[in-house]
């Protein structure tokens, strides 16, 4: 379809662009949410985990130890190899290999890995359904998919807004969910869900301004945006110290376990 299509052009054009940024990331690279992932999968030492949409690698990094092989991949070519140079270059990782691959498309065989991971990136997919189908496809029988992604509030209007907020900083992102709609999504493609729970990232609003290069007329629109968002919306961003320099916000992400039945 040309509308995908042109949205996975425009994420691999942007990702390419900012790729170091998301190697350097503080937010990515050492947010308590990565331990939080480790303990909910329990990974075992004979698993192979493939990690979709590996960005700067770090979900892969922190698996990788714990388990036989991961298999990270990204649509990006260039942020491949910026996660390549990061895992295995500087931090000397064996066990990690780096494959490009559509997350709607995946180039494994059937019933080849126990945990697949997918870290704040469904957002950039076009056609979630097909993900979620393509996991089944090459989780084992009883394999585990553990994924984070940004989450909408249950009320639509504040979702719509959220949504487009985010979009307004990066346009390759396509749309969030909230938690109802992937409990549906996930039934939809055959998993069962284990466990589902929140987790809030507050960003400094000028750095995650800044990781995606946005100008200054983009980020007076965000600036706007949160001075006027509908009561439920500003209830969900929880933004602080407007007009400085240290203006931070929230994030919602949801942490959802599932099995394939
Ligand atoms: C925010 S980064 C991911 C962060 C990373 N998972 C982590 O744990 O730090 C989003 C990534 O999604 C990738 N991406 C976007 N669309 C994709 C698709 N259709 N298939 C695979 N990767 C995609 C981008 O290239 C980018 O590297």
Redesign the pocket.
Known sequence: MPESIDS?SL??QR?AQFADG?VT?ET??RGSDLDRLLAIAAPQRQWDVL?????????ALKFAPHVREVIA????PR?LEKAERFIVGERGVKNVRFQQ????DLPFNADQFDLVT????PH???DVPA?LSQCARVLKTGGMLLLQDHLLPDDDTSARYVDAFERLRDP?HNRAYSELEWRALFADAGFSVETAEHYIKRHDFMTWTQRQGNDDATIAQLIQMLRQAPPIATDWMSARDWGTAQATFVNRHIIMRGRVC
């Open positions: 996975k994420s691999r990702y998301y990331s990515h690279a990690d979709i949409a590996t960005g700067g690698g770090h979900t991949t990204d649509l990006t942020m691959a559509d997350a709607e997918c870290r704040i990136a950039h997919f076009p993900f390759s």
